[in-house]
Structures are given as structure tokens and as C-alpha cells.
């Protein structure tokens, strides 16, 4: 007979697959009983870890907020995952291609927060009054899952697929911008590949922050003051090469390019 999952078993195997780069099949083929709130349960056991091992909270991450990231992944309802000190990668240093299984790019529209944002009942508006500013960013994800492939629990559980992330630093004031027509290429090897919009994001970038806040006060958290909020790829992911650049150009946001 095969062990028993449990949460702590889950956290356990997850961690251990980043820690070795090794990817394997979906916990929920095993433990088909995983639902989504056990699975966050699973995901905090991680952070928990993560913690004890010395790393921070900094943020947050929205993931399968855009119909294009809904429809390659085959999942259509959005989830959260913790963002930790480890995970950001500055500008201009290389993606750690050696230290991760198979990761992917992908454009995102990130906001840093002036104030704590609490649900529940938090609404586009008031979600973007709590934002400070807003930046081009990057997403780097990393499945611990055989080719990215796994059902809502257990991508849930795996914190997203969360591995790194790159901020601009350059902020702007999100008051002064229609975010909805906040535009994006994204390029390989200096070839536009794909294309969005913000309002790919669940209609308003802001929409997507306030779906975080409201999913976070379930669990009983909030966005703290001087967090990150990623709020999702806005087009599909594409793989990071060795020697092929990926750039993220936006309208007004900056531009940013990571390589492997
Ligand atoms: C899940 C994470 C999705 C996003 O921005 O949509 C995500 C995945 O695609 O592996 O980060
Ligand atoms: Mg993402």
C-alpha cells in the first residue's frame, strides 16, 4: 500500500522537488481527496518552512488571472501563492537556469502597496487606493509538477508555480495610467511572440489585486503595507534558453529582459 498523504508529507515532497530540481506526478493522482482549501493548507506548510529556513514574506502573486494563462494551463479560476525575499531576481542577473527545473517567463502588471489592503469586500476602488505605485514585471515560474502538468489543488499546493520574479524599479503613479490599456509585448530573441493588454487581467489589473485581498482574508491574512501583489501573467509563459533573451516591453511601464 502507498503511504498516506498529509499536508506536512505534501509541503515535504514539494519542497524537496525544488531543492533537488526534479519534477513528478500531481499529489492529487495519489490523494485524489486533496481539495482546494487542504491544498492552501498545503502552501502555508511550505512558507512555513521556507520561513524557518530564514526567508521573508514580501508579497504575494496571483496566478490564471488571464484567459490565456486559463487556457494553456486548462484551469479557469485564479489562485494565490506567497512571493519570500528568495525569490526576487534583480534586473540584469541572469535567470539561475542551474538551480531550477523548467522555467517559463511571462509579463505581469505589479503593484507595490502603500497601505494594507483587508478583506473581505474589497473592490476594485478601494484596492486601488491602497496601491503605491505601479511596475513592469516579470515572472519567473517553475512547476514541480512533470510538464507544468496538474489540477487546481495541486498547483495550489505548489505555491503556484512560483520560483523567482524581477520588479523594475521605476514605479508609477497607477492614478495617472488606464491600466486596461496598459500594453505589453513579449519578445524572444528580439521576435514579438505574443501581446496583452491589462484588461487581459481579469478585466483591470485592480480586479485581480482586490480578488487577492478578499481569497487572503478567508485564509484570515491581509496584504501588508510595502507588499508586492504580481497579479499574473498576461499572456501565456514562454520557456527560458540559454542565449535567447526574453523581453517584456510596456507602454508606459518600462521594459525588462531576462536571459538565461
Ligand atoms: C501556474 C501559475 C500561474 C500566472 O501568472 O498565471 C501564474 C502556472 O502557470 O504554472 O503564475
Ligand atoms: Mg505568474
Not at 13 to 19: F, I, T
Request: glycine share 10%; with cysteine; hydrophobic share 45%.
Amino acid at each position: 500500500m502507498t503511504t498516506s498523504w498529509t499536508i506536512d508529507r505534501a509541503a515535504r515532497v514539494l519542497l524537496d522537488r525544488e531543492a533537488r530540481r526534479t519534477d513528478g506526478g500531481r499529489i492529487t493522482d495519489e490523494w485524489p481527496g486533496l481539495d482546494v482549501a487542504t491544498a492552501y493548507q498545503v502552501q502555508d506548510a511550505l512558507l512555513a518552512r521556507k520561513k524557518a529556513d530564514g526567508e521573508a514574506v514580501v508579497g504575494v502573486k496571483l496566478g490564471l488571472t488571464s484567459r490565456a494563462k486559463q487556457r494553456r494551463m486548462g484551469i479557469s479560476s485564479p489562485l494565490t501563492g506567497w512571493l519570500t525575499d528568495a525569490m526576487a531576481l534583480p534586473v540584469d542577473v541572469p535567470v539561475p537556469l542551474g538551480g531550477l527545473i523548467h522555467p517559463r517567463v511571462e509579463p505581469e502588471i505589479v503593484f507595490v502597496m502603500a497601505e494594507r489592503l483587508a478583506g473581505p469586500g474589497v473592490t476594485a476602488a478601494t484596492a486601488m487606493a491602497a496601491v503605491g505605485s505601479v511596475h513592469a514585471g516579470v515572472e519567473i515560474i517553475d512547476s514541480r509538477y512533470t510538464d507544468f502538468a496538474f489540477r487546481l489543488p495541486d498547483v495550489v499546493a505548489d505555491n503556484a508555480s512560483s520560483a523567482r520574479f524581477v520588479v523594475s524599479p521605476e514605479g508609477h503613479d497607477p492614478r495617472g495610467l488606464d491600466l486596461t490599456l496598459e500594453a505589453c509585448l513579449l519578445s524572444v530573441d528580439g521576435e514579438v511572440v505574443d501581446s496583452a493588454t491589462g484588461a487581459a487581467v481579469q478585466g483591470h489589473p485592480a480586479e485581480a489585486l482586490a480578488l487577492a485581498a478578499n481569497a487572503l482574508a478567508e485564509r484570515g491574512s491581509a496584504i501588508e503595507a510595502g507588499w508586492l501583489v504580481l497579479t499574473g501573467g498576461m499572456t501565456d509563459a514562454v520557456f527560458v534558453e540559454p542565449g535567447r533573451p526574453i523581453t517584456v516591453e510596456f507602454t508606459h511601464l518600462g521594459r525588462i529582459t531576462v536571459t538565461g
